[in-house]
């Protein structure tokens, strides 16, 4: 059951899940602790998400730009992720939990790639929580390649170029038939987008909170709701309450 104060629960919620290497820092710990510590709190916000009728929970896991990190940490990051499809796919399938995942997948190369495609198929007629996972992802190059496709079809003469539109743009993108987020929360207090759904979160409600993602949980979850619940989103118009007053 849903508080009252929750009554408007957002219907898709993006995570930039940032802040593992300084939760270990902090300790003393190897920074790969702190990210295994994050798979932790990956799991109780799923569940959190699930619980509270959200539909779409989107985790930014690995950005294009994070191939840059040295080699070693790389790899315990993609380490961490063939885990977590392994040991916890039968689990969300279980939950009936949908996975979906975003970023450029054409360039990956080992096992990766399979995993994915393994987990989306696995749980593609699966009703309750979509679980988006953004892997090498980067806005930029994701609305790279949805112009490239409309490029394209306008060199073929498909399409003319006074046709394009941002629906037709956004039907391009990798979340093509996700709706846009209605709440965009980053931990560990940067406040920043760092190249996560620009296009998308035009209308986003932003929240930025101070604790480091390894100690992100359900009670951080739910009042991050909380807050989302007390916005007053426009979306350029006057809000209901402005509008009643009569301007
Ligand atoms: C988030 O934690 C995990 C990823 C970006 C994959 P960081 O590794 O960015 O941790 P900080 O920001 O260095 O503390
Ligand atoms: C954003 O965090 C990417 C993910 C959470 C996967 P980063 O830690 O990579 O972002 P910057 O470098 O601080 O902007
Ligand atoms: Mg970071």
Do not use: C
């Amino acid at each position: 059951m849903v508080s009252p104060e929750l009554a408007i629960i957002p219907r898709h919620v993006a995570i930039i899940m940032d802040g593992n290497g300084r939760w270990a820092n902090k300790r003393g710990l190897p920074r790969t602790i702190g990210h295994s510590k994050g798979v932790e709190a990956v799991r109780e916000t799923v569940k959190a998400a699930a619980d509270a009728g959200v539909e779409y929970l989107t985790l930014f896991a690995f950005s294009s730009e994070n191939w840059s990190r040295p080699e070693t940490e790389v790899n315990d990051l993609l380490g961490l992720l063939r885990k977590f499809i392994r040991r916890d796919l039968a689990e969300l399938h279980r939950e009936n939990v949908r996975i979906r995942v975003i970023g450029e997948r054409e360039k990956l190369r080992g096992d990766i790639l399979p995993l994915l495609l393994e987990a989306e198929e696995t749980t593609r007629h699966n009703t309750s929580l979509t679980l988006v996972i953004a892997f090498n992802y980067g806005s930029r190059d994701e609305i790279v390649r949805a112009v490239t496709k409309l490029a394209r079809e306008v060199e073929a003469g498909k399409l003319s170029a006074d046709g394009i539109t941002a629906q037709l743009i956004g039907e391009q993108l990798d979340t093509a038939d996700i709706p846009d987020p209605d709440l965009i929360i980053r931990t560990s207090g940067e406040e920043r987008l760092s190249n996560f759904l620009l296009w998308q979160a035009a209308y986003s409600e932003l929240l930025f909170v101070p604790d480091y993602w390894p100690d992100f949980d359900r009670n951080r979850f739910f009042d991050a709701l909380k807050v989302f619940a007390s916005r007053d989103r426009r979306f350029g118009g006057l809000s209901a309450k402005t509008a009643a007053a009569g301007g």
